[in-house]
């Protein structure tokens, strides 16, 4: 899962949707890819439940399934997943009925590449006990003790997800407050050694790249730059950190932030046609 394309960044809505053929996760349902790794499947997507979606098991898949809802809400066994709904399913998690009466659209990821098993799975009790079958991500508290003066002027607030017991790897929701930037109009620029990944849910973020709004997608390896960034209304961000524990690195040099970067993005080359197509929402006057 650790050698995809450096993506910085993609917007959701420039990708097509496409449907999900027999023999994978999620049958019938639609799909837009945001990353895949060639090597063993792992991958991220959106996916868009229809309305009267529904699916009967026992059933598994071959991958750990991560996911957050975005809009309507998906049934499972138990448990029903409205909006900001969270779940880290290992592999191997046993799937008796699944449903979309109203429709659902959420952000999936998939360690390795997610074929779809028709009977009942079987779970190692140490993979039974790193499951997180489901949080209300909307009734959390988020956490203001952010420590690191670097990135003071943004106000970063989180609520944890999941961090994992073993390797250190974590998603939270990250939330920038509103008119901040670096405020002598640079900073220093961020690495880490393990992926980050992030899919922007409300808001806007500007840095290096242009600037990011809902459905902006990045998967950034370890290593990389980065920043500064700032967000003029604030941002929401879903964030993960793929590989082991979430360390960050500064740089001595100081960069330029600007509010009006223009889109000049990392692609891979099957992507590279939208190089040249900056997407920004509706305005709203």
């Not at 071959?62 to 709904?85: K, N, Q, R, T």
């Not at 190692?124 to 790193?130: H, L």
């Not at 500064?228 to 961000?237: L, N, Y």
Request: glycine share 8%; proline share 10%; charged share 20%.
């Amino acid at each position: 899962m650790l050698t995809r394309d450096h993506i910085e960044f993609v917007q959701a809505q420039m990708l097509p949707w496409r449907r999900i053929g027999a023999g994978l996760a999620r049958p019938d349902a639609e799909y837009k890819m945001l990353s895949r790794d060639p090597a063993d499947g792992a991958c991220t997507a959106l996916i868009r439940y229809p309305a009267g979606w529904s699916r009967e098991g026992p059933e598994h898949i071959a991958a750990s399934e991560e996911f957050y809802v975005l809009e309507g809400a998906l049934h499972m066994d138990d448990h029903v997943y409205p909006a900001d709904s969270y779940a880290y399913l290992p592999a191997g998690w046993t799937r008796r009925s699944m449903s979309a009466p109203d429709g659902c659209a959420l952000l999936a990821f998939y360690d390795r590449e997610p074929t779809l098993m028709p009977d009942k799975g079987e779970l190692a009790e140490e993979d039974a006990s790193r499951a997180i079958p489901h949080i209300d991500a909307a009734a959390m508290e988020w956490d203001m003790t952010l420590n690191d003066p670097n990135l003071r002027h943004l106000g970063i607030s989180r609520k944890n997800l999941r961090t994992d017991p073993v390797t250190g790897e974590r998603t939270f929701l990250s939330l920038i407050l509103p008119q901040s930037a670096p405020p002598t109009g640079e900073g220093p620029q961020e690495m880490h050694p393990v992926v980050e990944e992030a899919y922007l849910i409300a808001g806007s973020l500007t840095g290096p790249f242009g600037t990011m709004y809902p459905g902006a997608y990045f998967w950034r390896p370890p290593g990389i730059a980065h920043g500064p960034f700032g967000a003029r209304w604030g941002c929401v961000s879903l964030i993960r950190f793929v590989g082991g524990r979430h360390v960050n690195q500064w740089t001595d040099e100081q960069a330029p932030f600007r509010y009006d970067a223009p889109y000049a993005p990392v692609l891979p080359d099957k992507l590279a046609y939208l190089a040249d197509t900056e997407w920004a929402p509706p305005a709203a006057y």
